[in-house]
């Protein structure tokens, strides 16, 4: 999953970065409010964490420009607990938002909620066949038994089981899993998923020749 976070204050960008990489998310980053549109509008993100206060264009301008284009899920982050902001929150299309300071366990809580929200799942485990996968502790198990998988395997997996029945391509599988600061070779991909395989039977990720893989609903 990849997330773009908007925030002007460095030492909070920073740390909220650190922490969602650290939960295993994909991080894409701006400071402005000009660039974190931007980004939002160019890339597919599955989240993005907005601040309210920002220059150039504060985040109530930064989540019209984005709902006039996509529906990507917009979690805000305000200064001010006041039944105006959430109103004027809601109204323009934020789809959950926190008031600062606030607690990062409830940030990561909150970001898969509405992941999943936005895929249609609003329980916290999927089950494929025999593999169920807690998307809350990023674990899986088949029949019972846990299979260990990398953090990248983990990612591949439950982004095809959230959109399980879609072929999603390559390139989308890039853009969701992989952020700006990472280099990648195109081969990786293929790497992950054959040991996805090995470790969980050949058969759970389908490659669709030329347009990607998929997990069957
Ligand atoms: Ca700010």
Known sequence: ??????????????????????????????ETGDDGLFKALTYDYDAVVLDVMLPELDGWQVLEGLRAAKRTPVLMLTARDTTRDRVRGLDTGADDYLVKPFDLAELLARLRALIRRASGHGRSTIEIRDVVIDTRARTVQQSGNPVSLTAREYAILEYLALHRGEVVTRTALYEHLFDESEDTLSNLLDVHVFSIRRKLGADLIATRRGQGYCIES
């Open 1 to 30: 999953m990849r997330i773009l976070v908007v925030e002007d204050e460095p030492r909070l960008l920073r740390n909220l970065a650190k922490s969602l990489r650290e939960a295993g998310y994909a991080v894409d980053t701006a």
